[in-house]
Nanobody
Framework: QVQLVESGGGLVQSGGSLRLSCAAS????????IKWYRQPPGKQRELLAT???????NYADSVKGRFTMSRDNAKNTAVLQMNSLEPEDTAVYYC????????????????WGQGTQVTVSS
């Protein structure tokens, strides 16, 4: 019923920028927190950034000052602007959203996108 799709990944040189998008579609009453994670090859998934429904953000130390997260509640989208990229930022990037399907629901559900590859060359 709900689909989460990331886009915007690709290959970029060290020092460059990329803009990742996360779009939710389907039966959605409200999206609560949205998070961006990444998983480098052979490593565990890492939480990078969180944005609440009111727009408050929190960032991991590894990306603070370089990455900026925003959202558009009317469009059910979120963006991760990534600047000053380094080879260590190479990973698959995932979007996660906690979604309430209907106003009458008492539970919200966690959804993941399929991931988008970001590769930073030195």
């Amino acid at each position: 019923q709900v689909q989460l799709v990331e886009s915007g990944g690709g290959l970029v040189q060290s020092g460059g920028s990329l803009r990742l998008s996360c779009a939710a579609s389907g039966t959605i009453f409200r999206i609560n927190d949205i998070k961006w994670y990444r998983q480098p090859p052979g490593k565990q998934r890492e939480l990078l950034a969180t944005i609440t429904s009111s727009g408050s953000t929190n960032y991991a130390d590894s990306v603070k000052g370089r990455f900026t997260m925003s959202r558009d509640n009317a469009k059910n989208t979120a963006v991760l602007q990534m600047n000053s990229l380094e080879p260590e930022d190479t990973a698959v990037y995932y979007c996660n959203a906690v979604i309430k399907y209907r106003a009458s629901d008492t539970t919200s559900y966690s959804h993941w996108g399929q991931g988008t590859q970001v590769t930073v060359s030195s």
